[in-house]
């Protein structure tokens, strides 16, 4: 790592989010007085999360998949079983 470019209190930081109960070790120039005590047994800055990917309930870590046919199939697919009644009705 280049020396000097990094401003001086840039170092090792736990962003913990609480309600999961979990933590990343970062290198973080983030602003916190608190310190943690690790699962790997050292203590470390800690920076709290009010949430992450780990407790949002959105959040799939999936994106979306993107429909491969068009509105007209769409259509047909969702209402066939109803248009097949209507049909036997008639």
């Not at 983030?30 to 959105?58: I, Q, R």
């Amino acid at each position: 790592m280049k020396q000097g470019i990094h401003p001086e209190n840039y170092r090792t930081v736990l962003f913990y989010d609480s309600s999961a109960e979990t933590g990343w070790l970062i290198r973080s120039c983030a602003p916190t007085n608190k310190t943690m005590k690790w699962t790997d047994g050292n203590e470390y800055p800690v920076f709290m999360l009010d949430t992450s990917s780990e407790s949002h309930p959105v959040y799939t870590g999936k994106q979306r998949e993107h429909n491969k046919e068009g509105r007209a199939s769409q259509f047909n697919q969702r209402f066939a079983g109803m248009m097949s009644a209507f049909k036997k009705g008639v």
